[in-house]
């Protein structure tokens, strides 16, 4: 999933991929992880988000497809609730400034 994390992912789909029952790959998966699921992947999507914004190369609505979150308002929402902050309040913290562009270039 990691590998894929702006993709679809349901849990059926996540359980038929490990070829497990739904039940079964619940368990299992949130003994492994400590998480269920849903939660592992809005983690993941999170912390993917986060990479993104340090890049400063991609907007908010361009961040928030490619991680999965499908809009800015989703992405904002889980970003906040998990990194305390906003996704531009992040990458303002974080990234590297942008060089000051001169006139006439």
């Keep these: 999933m990691r590998a894929d994390l702006g993709a679809s992912w349901m849990l059926t789909r996540m359980a038929s991929e490990c070829h497990m029952s739904l039940r079964t ?3 299992r998966f949130t003994e492994a992880t400590g998480s269920p699921p849903g ?3 809005i983690a993941e999507r999170v912390e993917q988000a986060k990479r993104l914004l340090v890049e400063r190369r991609h907007s908010i609505d361009e961040i928030a497809a490619a991680v999965g979150m499908g ?3 989703t992405l904002r929402h889980h970003f906040r609730r998990r990194a305390g902050v ?3 309040s992040y990458r303002d913290q974080f990234s590297a400034p942008q060089p000051a562009k001169v ?3």
Aim: glycine share 6%; hydrophobic share 40%; proline share 7%.
């Design 86 to 88: 906003s996704p531009q």
């Design 25 to 27: 790959f619940v368990r």
């Design 39 to 41: 939660e592992w992947l």
């Design 71 to 73: 809009s800015a308002d």
């Design 103 to 105: 006139l006439g270039q």
